[in-house]
């Protein structure tokens, strides 16, 4: 038996008899989730595998991948999502919450993928894209055709003011947050593109119905939900004006609308009737929720399991405008997911995740341009690894998938993209420099085709580091449920941190930075468990050089 299957075989049997040879503490005692001890893999279904060969991946794809992920320890996979869509936002516009899109397949390889997953122990994750629908979807299209539709009051419509749009608002995706109809003679609110109209929470029978489609899927056997931008379904009582932030005299929306009081009435209903009782994982998508109010959201008195908050993101931009950029330092990254970690220590759990589909890949965004690309990959997997709460691997970056740049703005395909480049523009960027933004910050970075003759442990030093430190991370107790506190909070160029458990500690020290750097003396005394590098200084760390103390 290689290691491999040892540590394998021994998980097993702590799972079926509760012995644990590793840590001493089992799953009864540690009074944890399945979803706390595992790690989640996500997948952006158009890019991931394409088993019929016509350019997109597949559900069937997925299933001939799931050997792959069983390999990497994944216990879940959320899916980006895969309801019919007309693809304006590559499936986060969505005309039918209750079938799959038949380019990625039918509910029958839906069905065959969650028994196959299943028989490898992992569940398969859906994301519910609740705050809009696609300005296709039946309800719109009835919402729109009369004031008096059954339906006229499942979005948010309001007359014209003075002959133009009620507020100053800015969508995400660039332009007023208005659009006019015609059919109806009434502005709709749109947070994203024009094709995204919002629907409208306080409507008890909208609520009903998207409640009734995320059952649907559990009783269909998923094992939780990621819950899209759900800091917008509560809108403000009225809709003002707010101070113009870019050239074009508009406000970011998010400004005006994320996070409205009240939001936690819906969330607890929501949870209410979908979740409790079930045996589910529920992670909500939550830009501007601050670690302080992470209590609220997470934990006994919260509505999600986890949440994924955006405080180390976009440290490399101002308020999210990509033409915007700003420098960041690495204790700014640290002291960000510090708080995190500390919000969450006692009471609530922490996704922890440097890329998805909405950011720039982990190499290019959070190491200097000269950085070796696989060492970077390396480092920043120890980080994600080794911290305390459930990790999210992206798909591609167990491979160490890097940004690519494109030469022209019309070669990228991301709405998002488009818009950030046209507001570079009306700020008085050239296009030279406003290509260079969307270079650096695209969507499109993150959901290129995956190559998979990558895939190969012997030929990748990337994904070889990933086995070996997923097989670690399931194999330490203290790195499943062990405390986190941060070291050497001030360097600016090591991340290091001690997760214990009871008498038993392990270190994490990751060098970010592009030169050596100087450990502490203390760190002499200390046994190396797992190494990037084989460095003989033991006060050194190369560059990008990661390793793993015995505490
Ligand atoms: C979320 C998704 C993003 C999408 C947006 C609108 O932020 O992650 O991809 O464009 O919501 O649904």
Not at 263 to 280: A, M, N, P, Q, V
Not at 329 to 347: D, F, M, R, V, Y
Not at 376 to 390: F, H, N, P, Q
Request: glycine residues 6%; proline residues 5%; negative net charge.
């Amino acid at each position: 038996m290689n290691r491999r299957e040892f540590i394998k075989g021994s998980i097993a049997l702590t799972a079926g008899l509760m012995i644990d040879p590793f840590g001493g503490i089992t799953m009864a005692e540690s009074n944890q989730k399945w979803w706390q001890r595992t790690v989640f893999y996500q997948i952006y279904a158009k890019s991931f595998n394409d088993a019929n060969g016509d350019g997109v991946g597949d559900l069937r794809g997925i299933i001939a991948r799931l050997d792959y992920l069983q390999s990497l320890n994944v216990g879940a996979i959320w899916i980006t999502p895969i309801y019919p869509s007309p693809m304006v936002d590559n499936g986060y516009d969505i005309s039918d919450y209750t079938t799959i899109d038949p380019r990625y397949g039918t509910m029958s390889d839906f069905d065959e993928l969650i028994e196959e997953a299943r028989a490898r122990g992992i569940k398969i994750i859906m994301d519910l894209v609740y705050n809009h629908s696609s300005d296709r979807h039946p309800w719109f299209v009835e919402s729109k055709s009369d004031r008096s539709n059954p339906k006229a009051d499942w979005y948010i419509w309001r007359d014209a003011v003075d002959g133009h749009e009620p507020t100053n608002w800015r969508s995400i995706f660039g332009g007023s947050a208005w659009t006019w109809s015609a059919e109806r003679q009434q502005y709709y609110l749109h947070t994203f593109a024009k094709e995204q109209p919002d629907l409208n929470w306080e409507n008890p029978a909208v609520r009903r119905a998207l409640y009734d489609s995320a059952r649907s899927w559990i009783d269909r056997g998923v094992g939780g939900f990621r819950i899209d931008a759900i800091v917008y379904i509560k809108k403000p009582s009225k809709f003002v004006n707010g101070t113009p932030d870019g050239a074009d005299g508009m406000i970011n929306i998010h400004t005006m609308t994320a996070n409205t009081d009240g939001i936690l009435d819906f969330l607890h209903e929501f949870k209410r009737e979908c979740f409790d009782g079930r045996d589910i994982v529920t992670v909500g998508e939550a830009n501007s929720v601050k670690p302080s109010q992470l209590k609220d959201w997470v934990g006994t008195d919260g509505v999600f399991d986890m949440l994924f908050e955006f405080s180390h993101l976009g440290l490399g931009i101002e308020n999210e405008v990509w033409c915007r950029p700003r420098r960041w330092k690495l204790t700014e990254l640290k002291s960000a997911l510090t708080a995190s970690q500390q919000a969450t220590a006692q009471n609530g759990w922490y996704p922890i995740f440097f890329e998805n589909h909405d950011q720039p890949r982990g190499v290019n965004q959070y190491f200097a341009s000269d950085a070796d690309p696989i060492k970077a990959a390396r480092a920043l997997a120890t980080v994600l690894l080794t911290m305390r709460g459930t990790p999210f691997i992206y798909e591609g970056q167990e491979l160490g998938v890097t940004n690519v740049n494109r030469s022209s703005i019309d070669e990228y395909e991301d709405i998002q993209t488009h818009a950030q480049y046209e507001f570079a523009l009306k700020e008085g960027l050239t296009a030279t420099e406003a290509l260079e933004c969307v270079q650096t910050r695209s969507r499109d970075n993150a959901r290129l085709p995956i190559d998979w003759s990558k895939a190969t442990p012997v030929n990748n030093p990337v994904l070889m580091w990933y086995l070996e430190l997923t097989d670690f991370r399931l194999a330490h107790e203290e790195l499943l449920s062990g405390t986190y506190k941060e070291l050497l909070p001030r360097d600016e160029q090591i991340f290091a941190f001690e997760r214990t458990l009871g008498t038993k500690k392990l270190i994490t020290a990751v060098n970010f930075s592009t030169s050596e750097a100087k450990l502490p003396k203390s760190f002499a005394e200390l046994k190396i468990l797992l190494g990037s590098e084989h460095n003989p200084e033991p006060l050194k760390l190369r560059p990008l050089e990661a390793r793993i103390y015995r505490g």
